[in-house]
C-alpha cells in the first residue's frame, strides 16, 4: 500500500491517490471519440498533447474517496462536451486532465489520466502499479484499430470493472470527494456548443 503522487504540468497544483494496491485501481488506454476531443480541447486551450501515437488516453482508475488535493484545488475547473456527458475536470492554470467521472456525485469511480499522475524522479508507473491491463474502443484510433486494442471492450475488461464499481458503490467509495461539495460539483461546468464541439471531432462522426 503506496500513495501516488498528482502534479499538474505548471505545478500549481498537486495532491495524492491514497492507498495504492492492485485491487483498489484499474489502468487502461482509451482510444474513444470523446476522450480524444476532450485532448484536443486541453491542448486548444493551452495545454500539452498527451494522446499516445494511436489517439489513446492513458487513464488510472481509482475511488474518488482516494484523490486529495493538496495545493491548487480552487484551480481545478469542470467541463463536458455535452449537457448530459462525463465530467471533464481541468486546471485552469496550465490545462492539464485533471479527472473523467460520471454526472453525479454518486460517480464510483475518477479516471485520471496519466498526465497528471507523477510517478516521482527514476521511477514510472509501469514499476509502480504495471502496465496498462486494456487498450479499448481501438476502432476510434485515427489510423484504424492499433494492433494490441480491442476494438471496443474485451469481457474479461467488463468484468473486471463491474467489480470494481460495484464495490465502490457498496463501500460508499465516491466521498468523501474533492471534486464535490456535498451533491454538487465544486464549480459550474462549462458545456461546449454544438458548434464547439463538432470542431474537435473528425469530420465523419
Known amino acids: 500500500m503506496d500513495d501516488l503522487s498528482l502534479r499538474c504540468r505548471c505545478g500549481r497544483v498537486r495532491g495524492v491517490i491514497t492507498d495504492v494496491r492492485a485491487d483498489q485501481l484499474q489502468r487502461i488506454v482509451c482510444y474513444c471519440d470523446d476522450c480524444q476531443a476532450f485532448a484536443?480541447?486541453?491542448?486548444?486551450?493551452?495545454?500539452?498533447?498527451y494522446l499516445d501515437a494511436h489517439g489513446g488516453t492513458d487513464v488510472v482508475q481509482v475511488y474518488p474517496s482516494q484523490v486529495k488535493f493538496?495545493?491548487?484545488?480552487?484551480?481545478?475547473k469542470l467541463m463536458k462536451l455535452r449537457e448530459k456527458g462525463l465530467y471533464r475536470w481541468f486546471t485552469e492554470c496550465c490545462k492539464?486532465?485533471?479527472?473523467?467521472?460520471?454526472?453525479n456525485h454518486r460517480s464510483p469511480f475518477v479516471g485520471l489520466p496519466t498526465a497528471i499522475v507523477d510517478a516521482g524522479e527514476g521511477r514510472t508507473l509501469d514499476a509502480l502499479i504495471g502496465p496498462p491491463s486494456a487498450f479499448i474502443q481501438g476502432?476510434?484510433?485515427p489510423n484504424g484499430c492499433p494492433p494490441h486494442a480491442h476494438p471496443s471492450a474485451p469481457?474479461?475488461?467488463?468484468?473486471?470493472?463491474?467489480?470494481?464499481?460495484?464495490?465502490?458503490l457498496v463501500t460508499g467509495r465516491y466521498?468523501?470527494?474533492?471534486?464535490?461539495?456535498?451533491?454538487?460539483?465544486?464549480?459550474?461546468?462549462?458545456?461546449?456548443?454544438?458548434?464547439?464541439?463538432?470542431?474537435?471531432?473528425?469530420?465523419?462522426?
Open 70 to 76: 493538496t495545493d491548487g484545488l480552487e484551480r481545478v
Open 96 to 103: 492539464t486532465p485533471a479527472g473523467n467521472m460520471l454526472g
Open 40 to 49: 484536443r480541447w486541453i491542448e486548444a486551450s493551452g495545454g500539452a498533447r
Open 139 to 141: 476502432k476510434f484510433a
Open 155 to 168: 469481457l474479461s475488461l467488463l468484468a473486471r470493472s463491474a467489480r470494481f464499481l460495484l464495490r465502490g
Open 175 to 205: 466521498r468523501p470527494s474533492a471534486y464535490f461539495d456535498g451533491d454538487s460539483p465544486r464549480v459550474l461546468a462549462q458545456v461546449l456548443s454544438p458548434s464547439e464541439r463538432a470542431a474537435l471531432y473528425p469530420p465523419t462522426r
